[in-house]
């Protein structure tokens, strides 16, 4: 690997619990941010973007609580141009050992117009009064030019000076709707790096969404002409397309040394680890042939790959395995594995359970043995991400039985369900097993949800794999995804059924606010 030095050291700013959490769907409660948020610290992530603590109750909540808990990465909040935002994001961030207030302002002429309905002139004096007032709270401010892409330079270069003279120690330049190409981009940040006098004073920020899948090439693209700080999300998660994801920015900087003499701080070995827990959390599965993460990302299948890797592994991988946390497995789970073996493979796997949580998933795992052969990782981690990252619900499923086939017209399904504490059953009948099971759950917990998305898919192969399935509820324009997993597929549909209506419960509780970007 090619030697760095400070000047060539790139910030990982992660936004999965902020811009991340805009997706729709994927709403995420104080336990599961909280897990994620230790997750990040552990990979080394530079700087966490908790939240926007102005935007809910629950907001402020996760980011005051990750804030008390978080010792060695920068705990960040992102605020609107206005004292309130600033003043309720400051208040949020108190506890944490390292703070920044992350506040941001439109400044394309498109925004400017038709979204904040202001001149150029007043965005400029927002711009010098919000950093202004974030640094009577904190030293460490970053000001964003939201739809930067798209902004006039010579007004861009105005409001970035502007904003450094204020006090603002990182400038983010967002592609905010991904529309700038990646040498379209790094002209863009080079210019600022030609004609801002005082760009020297901070750290050049860049932050990409996908629309056009361009959104780690632009980010690459920047830190090659002096960007230092690179926003992204695990998985690449965020609103529409997503943002840059942070396992290909990471690894691709580590892989491409000759081209890209950088280092990062992230520990890449954890990467899979924190890619299925926000897959797990949010519902939202990754594709298979996702780069880094993805379930083939190192699979081979055609002979000739296969004769290649045989001779020698790098015939077709640009990259191990283990560096990104894949390991073979040496420990082969089945019914007769005991406690021990499993404690140390959910180990291997990246969870730290505690001993009641063990102890469940253990009995889990010990069931789900009974019906497979053999029990794979994979199933392992669908397990418990279905069942132990669940604690807060008030929806579960206690018992189903499903009624159905050519001799059995309509299908009925009798299920029994905990809500709020209190068990409750009901018989149900629908145009299928599935649509029979969610009508029992729509008569024991009445609500106006619509189905929006229905998909199943085998965690592992063979007949007796586990089925995992999403569902995706939609409800006064409040989207969430659910997921669940079983060796039962009408029990999984319940699961995930069960676990959107846990998820819009907590959607309920927050109230959108308005203009939320980057």
């Known amino acids: 690997m090619s030697s760095t030095t400070d000047s060539n050291r790139v910030v990982i700013f992660d936004t999965t619990l902020r811009d991340g959490e805009q997706s729709p769907g994927a709403s995420m409660n104080l336990d599961e941010k909280l897990r994620i948020a230790s997750v990040l610290e552990e990979m080394g992530v530079d700087v966490i973007e908790a939240g926007f603590p102005i935007a809910s109750n629950g907001d402020f909540e ?5 804030a008390k808990v978080v010792k060695n990465s920068t705990v960040c909040g992102l605020a609107r141009a206005s004292h309130g935002d600033i003043e309720r994001c400051a208040e949020a961030i108190k506890p944490a050992e390292r703070q920044r207030i992350h506040t941001f302002l439109s400044t394309s002429p498109l925004h400017m117009k038709y979204k904040l309905q202001m001149e150029p002139d007043a965005v400029y004096d927002m711009v010098i009064d919000s950093v202004t007032h974030a640094r009577n709270f904190v030293d460490d401010v970053e000001w964003s030019a939201e739809d930067g892409s798209r902004t006039e330079h010579d007004f861009l270069c105005r409001c970035v000076e502007a904003a450094i003279k204020a006090g603002a120690g990182t400038i983010n330049i967002p592609d905010t709707v991904g529309y700038a190409v990646p040498d379209e981009f790094a002209d863009l940040i080079s210019m600022l790096f030609n004609r801002v006098p005082n760009i020297d004073k901070a750290i050049i920020s860049v932050h990409c969404h996908n629309d056009l899948g361009l959104a780690v090439a632009n980010s690459l693209a920047a830190v090659q002409v002096g960007a230092r700080q690179i926003e992204c999300t695990i998985n690449g998660l965020g609103e529409r397309a997503g943002n840059a994801a942070m396992e290909e920015v990471v690894m691709g900087i580590k892989t491409r040394q000759d081209r890209m003499p950088y280092s990062t701080g992230v520990a890449t070995e954890n990467i899979m680890k924190a890619s299925r827990l926000v897959s797990g959390v949010t519902g939202f ?6 780069a880094i993460v993805g379930a083939n990302a190192f699979a081979h299948e055609s002979g000739i790959h296969q004769d290649g890797m045989l001779k020698h592994a790098g015939t ?8 990104v946390g894949l390991t073979q497995s040496t420990l082969v789970m089945g019914k007769h594995s005991g406690r021990h073996a499993f404690a140390e493979k959910i180990k291997e796997l990246g969870y730290d359970l505690g001993d009641n949580a063990l102890n469940d998933a253990f009995l889990r795992f010990k069931d789900l043995a009974d019906k497979k052969k053999e029990v794979f990782d994979e199933d392992l981690v669908a397990l418990i991400d279905d069942e132990v990252v669940r604690d807060n619900d008030r929806i579960r499923l206690v018992s189903l039985e499903i009624l159905c086939g050519t001799k059995h017209q309509p299908p009925k399904a009798e299920m029994e369900l905990e809500i709020d504490g209190e068990t409750l059953s009901c018989k149900s009948s629908g145009d299928g097993p599935v649509d029979a099971a969610f009508n029992g759950v729509k008569k024991l917990f009445p609500h106006q949800a619509r189905l929006q998305l229905y998909q199943v ?3 592992t192969h063979g007949t007796d794999a586990q089925a995992e399935v999403t569902v995706r ?4 324009g409040r989207t969430v995804n659910g997921q669940g997993a079983d060796t039962d597929t009408m029990v999984a549909s319940v699961k995930a059924y069960v676990t959107a209506l846990n998820k819009l419960l907590v959607k309920r509780e927050k109230s959108a606010p308005a203009a939320i970007s980057a």
Do not use: C, G, R, W
């Open 457 to 459: 898919h085998a965690v």
């Open 316 to 323: 077709y991988e640009i990259m191990t395995p283990e560096s």
């Open 285 to 290: 599965t990754v594709q298979p042939n996702k």
């Open 473 to 476: 509820l939609e409800e006064n």
């Open 62 to 66: 996760a980011v005051n609580e990750i």
